[in-house]
């Protein structure tokens, strides 16, 4: 499992294409899935970004629950028919970019400029005004330190 950290902050181009952090691309494999996650709050709306090995680790998680995956069960075909539709493929290039597709922007709202975020397992693209909204709402002093 890759173990992403940190916070970027890059831009889309015209063509959709997005220079991924250097130490990303030191930790990635070439090939990569897209995959825009049904969020129920707008203001959650980001793109995650995984390699296979983790992306079919998240898939998975969403059956722990009832003891894994199981292919005659109508239900977990279903869950997993629809997780598997959300990704999309894309590969780092040459110039250590990856390429978002138009559906996945317009979903996610990202229009130029984002913040690519350092997760476990993968990593989280945000609208940059999106981003620093959703980071202004969580204190992380109060979290970390006790007032008492």
């Known amino acids: 499992m890759v173990d992403l950290i940190g916070?970027?902050?890059?831009?889309?181009?015209?063509k959709g294409r997005l220079a991924l952090p250097a130490p990303f691309r030191k930790e990635l494999p070439k090939d990569l899935y897209v995959v825009n996650?049904?969020?129920?709050?707008?203001?959650?709306?980001?793109?995650?970004?995984f390699e296979e090995e983790d992306f079919n680790d998240w898939v998975a998680s969403f059956f722990i629950a009832d003891g894994g995956y199981n292919p005659r069960n109508a239900k977990h075909n279903k869950t997993?028919?629809?997780?598997?539709?959300?990704?999309?493929?894309?590969?780092?290039?040459?110039?250590?970019?990856?390429?978002?597709?138009a559906s996945l922007r317009e979903q996610a709202g990202l229009d130029k400029e984002v913040a690519i975020i350092g997760n476990t397992g993968y990593f989280e693209i945000w609208d940059a005004k999106r981003?620093?909204?959703q980071k202004a709402v969580v204190d992380l002093a109060s979290m970390l330190f006790d007032e008492s």
């Open 80 to 101: 997993r028919r629809n997780l598997k539709a959300l990704a999309k493929g894309t590969e780092i290039d040459g110039s250590g970019r990856i390429s978002v597709p």
């Open 37 to 49: 996650v049904p969020v129920k709050d707008p203001a959650e709306r980001c793109l995650y970004v």
């Open 7 to 14: 916070e970027y902050r890059h831009k889309i181009d015209a």
């Open 131 to 133: 981003w620093d909204d």
